[in-house]
C-alpha cells in the first residue's frame, strides 16, 4: 500500500497538466506548512525567526526543469538576488539550488556560467551553495560539474543519496567535499538503487560513517530520530568534532526536533523551500511519507 501511494505522489510531481491546475488549490493542500511564502522577503523573514531559535537554515528558491536559456538565466539572476537579501537581512543561511533550474538539461556551459556567477557572489559575501541532488540521470552531469566548479571554488558542495548503489564510490571520490548525505528522494531503478528500507538505512549510516571517519564535513539531512541517535552515538565513539558535521531537516517538518537538536549544542539547518513552484516539491514529500497527506489534511481544514 505504500509503495503504491508513494507511486501516485511520484507521478504526480511530474504531471505537467495536474501541475498546471494544482496552483490554485495548493495553498489550501497544506503545502504553505512547509513552504515559506513566494517571495525573497517571505523567505528572509522565516530564516530571521528560524536563527531567532537557534536553527540555522538554507534557502530553496523552488523551481525544475528549465526548458530555455532564457529562464536559466533568469533563474540564476533570482540565485543571486537571494544572496544579496541573505547579506542584507543579515540571516544565518546559505543557498540550495538545483542544476536543471540553471540550465543543465539546456547547454551544460550555460549551466557552469550561471554557477560561476552564483559562486562569485556567494564568496563575496563568504557563503556557501549546496546543489542538491536530482534524479539519476542527473547524477553524473552534476558530479562532473561540481569537480569542474571546484577546481576555482570551494564554497561549493553538493548531496549524495544512499539508495544508490554507487554512493559509497561517490563519498570516497568527493573526499574533503562539503557533503549533504540523504536517504533519496526520487522514484530509482532497480538496477541502480536500493528498494528496501532497511537496505537504504545501513547504506545511509555507512556513507555518513565513511565521509565522517575521512574527515570530512558532513550535513546529515534526515527526519530519522533513530539515524540522528546513531549519529550522535558515532560522532562521540570516534571523536568526530561537533564543528565536522550538521543536521538538516525540512521546513515545517519535526519543528521540535530541530529545536531539541539546536539546544543540545548541535549545528542544525532548516531547509526552507520557497517561490511559486511549489508542485513538485510538495508531492515529492507526501510521496516520502503517506503520513504528510495527514499533515497536509489538516494544513487543508485549518484554514
Ligand atoms: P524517512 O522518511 O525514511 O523516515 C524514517 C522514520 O523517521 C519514519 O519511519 C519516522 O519514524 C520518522 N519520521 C520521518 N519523518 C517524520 C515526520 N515528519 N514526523 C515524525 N516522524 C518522522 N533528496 C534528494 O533526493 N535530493 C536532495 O538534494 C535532497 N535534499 C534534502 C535536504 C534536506 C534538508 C532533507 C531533510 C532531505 C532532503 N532530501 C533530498 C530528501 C531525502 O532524500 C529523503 O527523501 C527524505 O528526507 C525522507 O527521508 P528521511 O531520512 O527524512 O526519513
Not at 497538466?17 to 513566494?38: D, H, S
Not at 543540545?264 to 503520513?291: H, S, T
Request: hydrophobic share 40%.
Amino acid at each position: 500500500m505504500e509503495m503504491i501511494t508513494r507511486n501516485f505522489f511520484l507521478f504526480l510531481s511530474q504531471n505537467q497538466f495536474i501541475k498546471n491546475r494544482a496552483t490554485k488549490w495548493g495553498p489550501k493542500l497544506g503545502a504553505k506548512q512547509v513552504i515559506a511564502g513566494e517571495s525573497i522577503r517571505e523567505a528572509m523573514e522565516t530564516a530571521a525567526k528560524l536563527n531567532e531559535d537557534g536553527l540555522v537554515c538554507t534557502v530553496d528558491h523552488l523551481g525544475e526543469f528549465v526548458y530555455n536559456r532564457e529562464e536559466a538565466i533568469e533563474s540564476a539572476d533570482y540565485c543571486i538576488r537571494t544572496l544579496e537579501a541573505m547579506d542584507e537581512a543579515g540571516v544565518n543561511c546559505n543557498l540550495s539550488l538545483k542544476l536543471t533550474q540553471l540550465g543543465l538539461d539546456v547547454d551544460v556551459n550555460l549551466c557552469r556560467d550561471n554557477m560561476v556567477r552564483i559562486l562569485e557572489t556567494a564568496k563575496k559575501f563568504n557563503n556557501f551553495v549546496r546543489i542538491d541532488m536530482e534524479d539519476y540521470t542527473h547524477l553524473q552531469p552534476t558530479l562532473d560539474l561540481l569537480a569542474d566548479l571546484r577546481k576555482q571554488y570551494d564554497n561549493v558542495g553538493t548531496a549524495i543519496q544512499a539508495y544508490l548503489f554507487r554512493a559509497e564510490k561517490d563519498v570516497r571520490s568527493l573526499e574533503g567535499v562539503n557533503l549533504r548525505l540523504i536517504k533519496g528522494a526520487y522514484k530509482e531503478s532497480p538496477t541502480v538503487a536500493h528498494q528496501r528500507t532497511e537496505d537504504i538505512d545501513r547504506n545511509y549510516m555507512n556513507i555518513i560513517k565513511t565521509h565522517l571517519l575521512s574527515g570530512s564535513y558532513a550535513a546529515v539531512a534526515t527526519h530519522d530520530h533513530n539515524i540522528i541517535a546513531e549519529v550522535k552515538k558515532f560522532a562521540e565513539e570516534n571523536n568526530i568534532p561537533r564543528d565536522q558535521f550538521e543536521f538538516q531537516m525540512l521546513y515545517g517538518f519535526r519543528s521540535e526536533l530541530q529545536k531539541e537538536i539546536a539546544a543540545e549544542g548541535y549545528k542544525m539547518r532548516v531547509y526552507i523551500p520557497f517561490g511559486e513552484d511549489w508542485y513538485g516539491y510538495f508531492m515529492r514529500r507526501l510521496a516520502e511519507r503517506p503520513q504528510n497527506v495527514t499533515f497536509a489534511l489538516r494544513g487543508f481544514f485549518s484554514k
